[in-house]
Structures are given as structure tokens and as C-alpha cells.
């Protein structure tokens, strides 16, 4: 039997095979961010951050242990399920559409790990980044972590196998209609799965138009998560700041 997506955020994310595949990924670098990036926006204790589309929390429970009153929130039913076991007075988790605002006010909003862009539609793009702006209050920062797509697609690797917790994958990436694509197939359990993830690829160009249509500031571009300068040609990253 094979398995599809056509909607892939929405079951894709839910499933326990896209932690699997993902799990390898590093907590020190993510750490390291968020102590530069709370560094940078002078963000103090006890300020509220909303981490939009939070996963399993990985970033979320991070910066609650600087002292930070975290709300995590994300479409995934599992992995808010998950995320909730770590929940405490300063710490909680609730499922939610980023399109939509939420219902309180932060003093920072942390869009992480290229979780934007991959949307049916396009103006929920905008409505994000509207969405965003509302969320904030009156001296808060909006952040936005994409992947460089010039960078991305200049160093695509059209396809590879990666072997992970016995369970083989095989990946192919490729571009299409101005957007990334990933193909993934695996068999496990005796069935076959295959998912297609699909990232709108969104330059600085494009976010600026974003931006200028939800009357939104842009204040700074990184290109790393040490916050280096952004370069269009080396810059694995594009991290945004703005209000």
C-alpha cells in the first residue's frame, strides 16, 4: 500500500517517520542560535515568546530554561501531544494555524527551521506575516529563519539514500514551478510510503514585497545562525528581523 500526501504538512509533520528522518539534527546549533538571537533583540527574562510552528519543541523548551515565558504552537496534533509533557507555568504548547493570529501578545515571534512557504495557498503566505505583525506588541521583534534559496538551489543534491533507525530512505530534490521539492520513499512495516515536501522558493526579494504589503518593518538580514552578514551566493540562511 502506498502511502501519499497531497496536503504534506498536515500529515507529513503528524507522522512518526518525519522525526525519524529529521532526528539527527543539531540541538547544540539550535541552542546556539536561539542564545545569539535573544542576545541580539535584548530580549529579557520573563518576556513572552510565541515559537510559530514549533514541532516538537526543541527551541520552545530551550528557551524556557533561559528564563523565557514560551508559548509553542503548530498544526501538528502529535507533535503538540509530545510537546505538552514538558509543559509548566512558563511553558505551554497549543495546536494552531499560523495564519491566523494568535490570542495574546508577545515580545518576540520566532518562525523557525524554513517552517514557512510551504503552504496551498499563496496568500497565506501574507497572511502569516500579517498574522505575525499582530502578535506582537508594541516593541516587539518578528523572526522569520528561511533557507537561502539561491544558496539552496545552486548546491541541490538531486538524490540520495539515508538510513536511519533501519528504516531506508530515499530522497530526491528537485525545482519546479518556483518551488522546492523533496520526494521521500521508504518501506517499512511490509507497506511503502512516499511523501513529497514542497517550499515555495522564497527569495529576499519576495519577502520584501511580503513585507511591504503587511506593513512591516525590516530591520536586519543574517545569513547564519551566528549572524553573520547575508551573502546571496554563500549564505546557507536568511534570517529576518522586523517589526
Request: net charge negative; with cysteine; glycine share 4%.
Amino acid at each position: 500500500m502506498l502511502k501519499d500526501s497531497t496536503m504534506w504538512y498536515a500529515s507529513w509533520f503528524d507522522t512518526p517517520y518525519y522525526h525519524i528522518l529529521y532526528k539527527d539534527r543539531s540541538h547544540t546549533e539550535a541552542r546556539d542560535f536561539m542564545d545569539n538571537l535573544t542576545h541580539y533583540l535584548s530580549l529579557e527574562k520573563g518576556e513572552k515568546i510565541l515559537d510559530l510552528a514549533c514541532g516538537k519543541g526543541r527551541h520552545s523548551i530551550y528557551l524556557n530554561t533561559l528564563g523565557y515565558d514560551v508559548t509553542g504552537v503548530d498544526l501538528s496534533k502529535n507533535s503538540i501531544e509530545y510537546a505538552s509533557q514538558f509543559e509548566n507555568e512558563t511553558l505551554k504548547f497549543r495546536v494552531h494555524d499560523m495564519c491566523r493570529p494568535y490570542s495574546e501578545k508577545f515580545a518576540a515571534v520566532f518562525n523557525l527551521f524554513t517552517s514557512f512557504g510551504y503552504f496551498d495557498k499563496e496568500e497565506d503566505n501574507l497572511s502569516t506575516i500579517k498574522a505575525i505583525k499582530s502578535d506582537l506588541n508594541e516593541r516587539g521583534f518578528g523572526v522569520i529563519d528561511f533557507m537561502n534559496v539561491d544558496y539552496i538551489i545552486q548546491n541541490l543534491v538531486p538524490e540520495e539514500t539515508k538510513e536511519v533507525n533501519g528504516i531506508l530512505f530515499k530522497i530526491k530534490r528537485y525545482t519546479q514551478d518556483g518551488y522546492i521539492f523533496k520526494e521521500i520513499r521508504f518501506r517499512d512495516n511490509d507497506e511503502d510510503f512516499f511523501f513529497t515536501e514542497r517550499v515555495k522558493a522564497i527569495t529576499l526579494t519576495d519577502f520584501e514585497n511580503y513585507f511591504n504589503k503587511a506593513g512591516v518593518d525590516l530591520l536586519d538580514i543574517f545569513g547564519s545562525y551566528q549572524l553573520q552578514k547575508f551573502n546571496k551566493n554563500t549564505s546557507s540562511r536568511l534570517i529576518l528581523i522586523f517589526k
